[in-house]
């Protein structure tokens, strides 16, 4: 294991602890999601070794040869988070343990008819665009509550909650509205009668913001693994 990569897991541990209490949030109330997408399954094993399960990734093949790879590892908590395609939704049913990027009700469909009848029910959230960014992937907020309703029907998967991806280049205040716009909509969710405990926001750059906004998970790569080289997959 590289010491290197060691501590920077526990000091975006640290991170999330710190939030926490600024927050006035329960020790633990959040968890971490290792975003390895670009990154070799070495990356993981290292990440693994020093006691991190959860881990994201952005595109099925990576997902797919990265679950074949580290079978081995049989505790790995597998979380698809990038944009999915119709035609690719057999692969993440069957090795995801979460979908984050609902964003329509037809992937969600497939991805209740894929999975495999003796694995659990797939966890999901459903994507939201709260940034109003054109080239964004999520629902627009007026969708969310319909179709976190019709999702939330749908057999073989159990909806946890909501995602977003906010305009990185906003400012904090933008920011904290944005995720405060997610947090609404749960709640509106809930006082519907849904059950959701997931609110899926937050990244290397802006987690305390994210946390004191109501975050549950946060998302992390760059922090832990380095800078990317999108050139590799």
Known sequence: ???SLSSALEQVNQRIRLAE????????????L????????????????AGQ????????????????????????EWHFIGPL???????????????????????AERLSAQRPAQLPALNVCVQVNVSGEQSKSGCEPGQAIALAQAVAKLPQLTLRGLMCIPDPHADPATLAGQ??????LRE???ADGLVLDTLSMGMSS???TAIGAGSTLVRVGTAIFGARDYGVR
Not at 53 to 64: D, I, K, P, S, T
Not at 85 to 107: F, G, P
Request: aromatic share 6%; net charge positive.
């Open 179 to 184: 995720f405060s716009r997610l947090a609404a």
């Open 21 to 32: 209490q600024a927050s006035n949030r329960p020790a633990g109330s959040v968890r971490l």
């Open 1 to 3: 294991m590289t010491m």
């Open 85 to 107: 395609q119709s035609n690719k939704t057999r692969v993440v049913a069957e090795l995801a343990h979460w979908v984050h990027s609902v964003d329509r009700l037809k992937i």
């Open 53 to 76: 399960r959860a881990f994201g990734e952005n595109y099925v093949q990576e997902l797919e040869s990265k679950c074949a790879e580290l079978a081995a590892l049989t505790d790995i």
């Open 206 to 208: 802006d987690l305390e």
């Open 188 to 190: 509106q969710l809930r």
């Open 34 to 49: 290792a975003v390895s997408k670009t990154f070799p399954a070495d990356a993981i094993r290292d990440a693994h070794a």
